[in-house]
């Protein structure tokens, strides 16, 4: 017998539909991604920690689950709401369907919903809290709601981040550079493609301070992407400020904006965020238009970019800024994931373009 789950929106709007994965209740903040494959990634990438994903693609699970493609040691999503989820997955590579993913995970499910009306709900009043439950009333859910924290009040970084710091394959042999990442909320694409470019990539937990890096002598120091408030992460800023003008850094969505936060630039919450592969970005010297892969819920005031930044890239959607260079420092960032190809993978020049640079202060 197929069991009913509902998702309950903090204004009290609900929608009813069935359960799949576990039968559990999750509350979190209320995002949709326009991603149309991916959807394994969109589960275990670390800056959905605390949120209730619904993708507005309308069938998911269809090529099934494979434990090679995962971003992350677990699935990061509090709950994922569908309009269709597949039983049968046909690919080669396919080990289990995404019921047996998130139940193994106790990460609710619910399917057969309107995701479309749920989409344009979130597009007209801006994301907000929401519980998914197969377990509750509609009644003791608002209930639930009411007594959770706010999903800007929580840090999730700290939630997400490794607890020691590890080296990812071994050693590398591009010209001896070793880069260390500073994990917020890291992706494993992220190691994968600075380890393929020849660099020994070591990984470092998010309350590492500047004195704690730089014992090791990197060469050049990756910020990782992440969940949450930048403005949260006091100790992150306090690290990077430490950093500046000794070393290369580059930042990644939340590295990003924590990077423009340390120089003395302010972020904003945008009304329902940029999540998923199709978003437009155009880079402001070479004037060439970029599709790129985001998943963030704040982004840059561009008036209050100072301390040398400059705003390199803009998004055609809103033109909220997408990427930093500061004009003397070896500094760059993009608030996109230039590591997740959603089809063209023409933004993954950045990482060689960082190794370039690093190289170039050695």
């Not at 991916?38 to 699970?61: K, N, R, W």
């Not at 970019?305 to 959607?317: A, D, F, I, M, Y």
């Not at 990482?351 to 690093?358: G, M, N, Q, R």
């Amino acid at each position: 017998m197929i069991k009913r789950a509902i998702l309950v929106l903090d204004d009290g709007t609900t929608y009813e539909g069935n359960a799949f994965g576990a039968e559990s209740t999750a509350f979190g903040e209320v995002v949709f991604d326009t991603a149309m494959a991916g959807y394994q990634e969109m589960l275990t990438d670390p800056s959905f920690a605390g949120q209730i994903v619904t993708p507005t693609y309308t069938i998911i699970g269809n090529y099934g689950i494979n434990e090679e493609v995962v971003e992350s040691r677990q699935i990061q999503v509090r709950g994922f709401a569908v309009r269709e989820h597949c039983g049968a997955p046909s690919h080669y590579t396919s080990q289990k369907t995404i019921d047996n993913y998130l139940g193994e995970h106790n990460v609710p499910g619910i399917s057969g919903i309107d995701t479309r009306s749920l989409v344009r709900h979130i597009r007209h009043l801006g994301v907000m809290m929401g519980v998914l439950t197969s377990e509750l009333t509609v009644g003791e859910s608002v209930r639930l709601l009411r007594s959770s924290p706010d999903y800007g009040s929580v840090d999730y970084v700290r939630k997400v981040s490794t607890d020691k710091a590890y080296e990812w394959g071994g050693y590398g042999s591009n010209g001896g550079l070793v880069l260390v990442v500073f994990d917020g909320g890291v992706k494993f694409n992220i190691l994968r493609i600075l380890r393929s470019l020849g660099c020994s990539v070591k990984v470092v937990p998010c309350d590492y301070s500047a004195d704690d890096i730089l014992r090791i002598s990197p060469d050049g120091i990756v910020i990782s992407p992440g969940p949450g408030d930048p403005a949260l992460l006091r100790y992150m800023k306090e690290t990077v400020s430490g950093l500046i003008g000794k070393k290369p850094v580059m930042g990644i969505c939340l590295g990003h904006q924590i990077l423009g936060q340390t120089m003395g630039a302010r972020t904003f919450k945008l009304k329902f965020g940029h999540r998923g592969g199709n978003h437009p970005v155009r880079d402001l010297v070479s004037g060439r238009v970029h599709i790129t892969t985001q998943n963030h819920g704040f982004a840059i005031d561009p008036d209050t970019v100072r301390g040398g930044l400059e705003v390199s890239q803009v998004n055609l959607n809103d033109n909220t800024v997408e990427g930093l260079r500061h004009r003397s420092e070896p500094i760059l960032s993009v608030q996109y994931h230039p590591e997740a190809a959603p089809g063209p993978q023409d933004n993954t020049y950045l990482f060689s373009e960082f190794v370039k640079l690093v190289k170039s202060k050695k």
